[in-house]
């Protein structure tokens, strides 16, 4: 569209509990970055989440455009495995609406900061 992009992310945990077999998912988003799609930083969003089954388990981290009065529009977007996460800032890449890294997603990322506690 040729416009600064009001970008912000939804983070999404999808899970299965296996004592109720059912499902499970969560979802968080930050807020919203206005006319800045090219280095938006979000310092104050922090997301809890507490998985069942890390065998299965997935984060979505989704990149939209906030748009007022219409649908968000999608931007690009990441799938983790959780068994895969490790302590610390990771860098994640960063996928378009065909599931590709070309173009202007060549070197997309985000930047996250993961933090794992096991409870007993």
């Not at 600064?4 to 077999?21: A, P």
Request: charged share 25%; aromatic share 10%.
């Amino acid at each position: 569209k040729g416009e600064c992009i009001d970008s912000y992310v939804k983070v999404e945990l999808f899970d299965v509990d296996q004592e109720i077999g059912r499902e499970l998912s969560k979802s968080y988003s930050t807020d919203v970055f206005p006319n800045n799609g090219f280095c938006p930083i979000w310092v104050h969003n922090t997301f809890q989440f507490t998985v069942k089954n890390e065998n299965v388990a997935m984060l979505l981290l989704t990149v939209m455009d906030k748009d007022r009065g219409v649908a968000d529009d999608f931007i690009a977007n990441a799938a983790i495995p959780i068994s895969c996460l490790r302590k610390g800032y990771r860098s994640v890449r960063l996928f378009d609406t065909n599931n590709t890294r070309s173009g202007a997603f060549d070197f997309a990322s985000l930047l996250v900061h993961i933090e794992i506690e096991m409870v007993v």
